[in-house]
């Protein structure tokens, strides 16, 4: 039977590669800061685990421990008084956009975020408001036209996904406290990745016990599945509730919680691992700046390379896949059409070697970025 469906697909696959159109970079997904595949060795600015925890931290495959513990150590990580684990973020944010509120209430969201990315409030009963980037007139514009609703949940991610700044969280508090609304942080880019210890976002900032909800993946936090909500303990027990036994941390094999605990373990040491990665992404910028690139301010270790209308920056892409270098494509309806843009995002396992390398070869293709 299979063989019938094979050929079908195989003459879709030629069909797109005959048209150009072939993505083959989009088949390479992995956490190392170099990955070997068909065409050789590739520095990955794409999907690196900004710690590379799955070359740093090892563990037993005996290791007992248990939904439990890992729930308390992300949220003493996060200076939370509660946690739930999932087995997706698809299932946390479903839970977070059903379970709470109903229909008389509003969901409050960035439409570039990767809250809406997941979809989790296309399924959500809540009535919903859409804000663009951290416009922080257009949050509080939305803050005003919630007021009908009963309650407001606003959600914000903590690092954007467009530029690396981290989000304006004491103005986000602030509009919060002003027009009543509960604050959920999306921590998937900053939990053990920023901050004194790994706390993230919320620890560059004083207001800590403003943000009510923490909600995450365990990408970067040493499991390849998994997720979790973390805040107010009524929140949580709240959930916990409403929550299917297959939605919940029982779900999550015992190997992937072994990994996220031993992670979570070494985390708060790898305070150098941290600074490193600021200053190889500084070195990294300060050397495309120099060649007339345009690279928005950053705070974090990701960051830009503007290129200008969607085409020109899919070319780039790819002819730098071909030379030996992973990045995202940031196009509509992300960003603007003339605001495309390269993502970059750099690791500890990145080298200056690797800088260097990666230099050089955006330096060959300097003619294909716009000019000034």
Known sequence: MYADIQNQLLKKLAAINDAGLFNEDATIMSDNAVVDSGRGRL????????????????????????????????????????????????????????????????????????????????????TKYKYHGFDIDDIEKQL?????????????????????????????????????????????LSAGIIGNGGCGICSLFDNRSGVDIHTGSLQYLGSNSGAYIAGKREIVDLLR???YSLQTSASMIPSNI???????????????????????????IKKLYCMGLEIPPTQTSRFAVITGESNRTEAIAETLYKKGVLVTALTPPYVGKEQCRLVLNLSSGHTKDDVDKASQIFESIVPMFPKG
């Open 258 to 284: 072994a990994a996220s605990v031993a992670a979570l373990d070494s985390i708060a040491e790898m305070n150098a691992e941290r600074q490193y990665i600021l200053q190889i992404t500084n070195y990294f």
């Open 144 to 188: 005003k036209l919630s007021q009908a609703q009963y309650n407001r949940m606003l959600i914000v991610d903590s690092v954007d996904i467009a530029t690396g700044n981290v989000v304006p969280l004491d103005r986000i508090i602030e509009l919060a406290e002003k027009y009543r609304a509960l604050v959920v942080v999306d921590q998937t």
């Open 43 to 126: 520095l990955n600015f794409r999907t690196p685990d900004p710690l590379q925890l799955n070359q740093r931290v090892t563990f037993s495959s005996a290791c007992n421990a248990s939904e439990t513990t890992l729930e308390k150590k992300i949220a003493q990580l996060l200076d939370a008084e509660d946690c739930i684990l999932y087995s997706s973020p698809f299932e946390a944010n479903s839970a977070l956009a059903n379970k709470l509120f109903d229909r008389a209430d509003a969901l409050i969201y960035n439409s570039f975020g990767r809250f809406s990315l997941i979809g989790g409030p296309n399924f959500c009963r809540y």
């Open 241 to 243: 509730q409403y929550t």
